[in-house]
């Protein structure tokens, strides 16, 4: 499928192989600013993987990423999130031994070097670092991990680190949010709110590709999805829609049907790589 590239954000014939294999082969498409634009398909289909190409996690065979007009292809991952790029991971990371609230604060793509240390101490005066420590809170707070802010990432549950994980990329104040599987593992509750952030967020002038398998959270959450199968663009448009393409409902082998009972589709158990 080809489309033209809009200003905001592109992909034009990304591909990548490993060992011979094509995880991703000519991909393409546009988002448009402020959209909310889920990225479906089957386990294996090369999701993860054009996350990874465009924030720069692995390098790219062929093709460009464009962000802003600007041709951001190949560029590594601290100066994609300079850009205002964020990236959530689909098995998040988070330092086991520091707290859920000194997670929050360290690795901020965007601050100023050494910047990230000093706000972990009170004594910071430096009106950015008490800027980071007001907003880490309130993130966790909206995220409902403020009771936890003290305790061991360690402690966290599966669910609980997608939250910690999605809150974090908001510290850097991304202008093009990146999600791999922001639900999983979330309770039904908190899935709700993650929703009402997001548009929230988008409100405010975000915009979010997000890829997941809970089809039925895609529905609640994104206007439109890119259906990817076998590492290309197989369909595009509103998830009601596309759920009715023939080739769509095999390459799912049925389980796209599934968002009608509200139930979440396939498990993933790709490997995460960057
Ligand atoms: P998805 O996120 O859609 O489930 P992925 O992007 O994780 O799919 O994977 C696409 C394909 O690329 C799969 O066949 C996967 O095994 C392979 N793959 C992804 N990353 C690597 C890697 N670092 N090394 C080897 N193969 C990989
Ligand atoms: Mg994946």
Redesign the pocket.
């Known amino acids: 499928m080809t489309e033209a590239a809009n200003d905001f954000f592109s992909v034009e014939g990304i591909s990548k192989s490993?060992?011979g294999?094509r995880?991703v082969d000519g991909c393409t498409f546009s988002i448009e600013e402020q959209s909310v634009v889920g990225l479906v398909?089957p386990?294996?289909?090369?999701?993860?993987?054009v996350f990874n190409l465009v924030t720069g996690f692995h390098k790219l065979d062929h093709g460009r990423v464009k962000f802003r007009g600007k041709d951001i292809t190949g560029y590594p991952p601290d100066k994609t999130a300079r850009q205002g790029i964020g990236r959530g991971f689909?098995i998040p990371r988070p330092f086991s031994a520091l707290s859920v609230f000194e997670n929050m604060i360290v690795s901020i793509p965007n601050q100023k070097r050494e910047s990230w240390w000093r706000a972990l101490y009170p004594f910071g005066k430096n009106p950015d670092e008490h800027h980071a420590r007001e907003r880490a809170l309130d993130l966790l707070d909206k995220f409902g991990l403020y009771h936890l802010r003290n305790d061991k990432a360690a402690t966290l549950s599966g669910g609980q680190k997608k939250l910690l994980d999605f809150a974090h990329v908001l510290m850097s104040r991304p202008s093009l949010v990146l999600l791999d599987e922001p639900a999983g593992g979330v309770n039904p509750k908190l899935q709700e709110a993650m929703t009402g952030f997001i548009h929230d967020l988008r409100s405010e002038g975000l915009t979010f590709l997000i890829?997941e398998h809970n089809l039925a959270f895609v529905d609640e959450t994104c206007d439109t999805v890119i259906v990817?199968v076998e590492g290309k663009v197989m369909a595009r448009g509103a998830l009601s829609d596309v759920r009715e393409i023939p080739s769509v409902r095999d390459a799912y082998m049925g389980s796209i049907s599934k968002v009608d009972q509200k139930s979440t589709a396939v498990a993933?158990t790709?490997?995460e790589?960057p």
């Open positions: 490993f060992e294999v995880a398909g386990n294996g289909a090369g999701k993860s993987t689909q890829v990817m993933d790709a490997s790589t």
